[in-house]
């Protein structure tokens, strides 16, 4: 089992931001992949799915948005070293995450 975390690109500011959404995969990705990548011609887990679609507050304009366009939404490795130099765990510690509550917290 690796430990993941959903990341979705904002249609508000272009950017890409983290869900604050962290979850285990059997047969996830070995870096930071979008979902149509992922599970192309295969179906998305069901806890992946649950995510799709969720209004999320874009931290850089405020409004809410939402993304549902499977190539738009990612899974980030956790440890994973995105561009900041940071892993995505360290950015959640910054208090950069998204407000949605995750059902599995
Ligand atoms: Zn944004």
């Not at 948005?65 to 490795?77: A, E, H, M, S, Y």
Request: aromatic share 6%.
């Amino acid at each position: 089992m690796a430990k993941y975390e959903i990341h979705f690109f904002c249609d508000e500011c272009g950017e890409t931001h983290p869900l604050g959404i962290g979850l285990e995969l059997d047969d996830g990705p070995a870096e930071k992949t979008s979902l149509g990548d992922a599970y192309q011609g295969r179906a998305i887990p069901a806890n992946i799915g649950i995510f799709m679609g969720n209004r999320t507050r874009c931290p850089n304009t405020g409004r809410m948005t939402t993304q549902k366009d499977n190539n738009q939404i990612f899974l980030v490795p956790i440890g994973w070293r995105g561009s900041l130099g940071l892993t995505a765990i360290e950015r959640l510690h910054r208090g950069s995450a998204g407000r949605v509550r995750s059902p599995l917290q």
